[in-house]
């Protein structure tokens, strides 16, 4: 474990495992949260090591072959129970999600790594789609402003932020990441809303996913860039922005999102509505991914705001909160609690 004073709040998972597979402490999903199932109690909050994030961002998209890499792991199987109790490896929604695993202040990689995994082509659609290019005009902004790369400069500062020894330099580059995470998010949603891709036959559901996951990881990189600035109101007021637009503008009913683009397709010149139906088994699938992605993003962004009444049951500050995540290394799940078990 990589040394702090708060590495004691730590406790790897060959110290709380059994308690999970003897029934007595159990998992409150929405929160990823473990609890005393006796009497509901929270026990400790789940941070993954460096390690294991490594060994997660290997895990693909769909139950199935998720299983197997876990099964080909040794870091993975030993991990199995929780795992299974997340239903990280048997949830499409908690595999697709980029807000799938830890406390809202951890970092940033398992983020990424997510994000990655969908691959929609939303850098290469932004330049050959009229419908996402005119909406950028539309909205006054170079298609760079949404790019996948800005999102890992953001991540660049907040991950030195918190690495960062002085405090003058660890808030300008948490501020830095901040409004930048902040100012892709809006952007994101401005493009979202003039294009409501769901529902738009003419951009693909894997783009519109990755569209959707955007605006999430930048939601929670603003969200642990305000953990490191450490005002409580700030957090508070950056996970309630978040979680409202996600619930506002961005829930998926996957069965009306399909009948609208058979009727666009329909309605349409040409062959455009013999290839959508050509291709409705493919989209009902991507739909199947984007409804569980979106629908897990909500629930586990609206669950943040936890992480800070948390701060007084284990009487820390936001700051030093962020510095227990980052004692958190190797191939350990571990369980963020007041004292070591």
Known sequence: MKWNEYGEWLVPHEKWLSGLNDGTLKMNLPANRVI???NGRFVGALVPGDGLVDELARLPLHPQPAMQVVEASKVLTQLKPALQALQLTSSIGALASVANLGVSCAGFALVLNRLSKIDGKLDDML???DVLQQSVEQLHIK???LSFARIRSAADSLDRSM???QESVQQDLARRARDLFQESRHYYLGLWNKTQPWTSARIPVRTALEMESRFVA?????IQAEFVLGDKGSIRHAIKSVASDLTKHFALD???ALRARSDAAARSEGDEYAGFIVSMTTVSAEFALAAGAANHNSMRVSQFDQDVDMLEDLRLTPRQLV???RAADGPHLFLLRSQAA
């Open 163 to 165: 690495a960062a020894e």
């Open 143 to 145: 298609s760079d402003a």
């Open 323 to 325: 510095q227990v995540t």
């Open 254 to 256: 996957a069965p009306a």
């Open 36 to 38: 005393d199932a006796a």
């Open 127 to 129: 330049g050959k789609l």
């Open 218 to 222: 930048c939601g929670i990189g603003e």
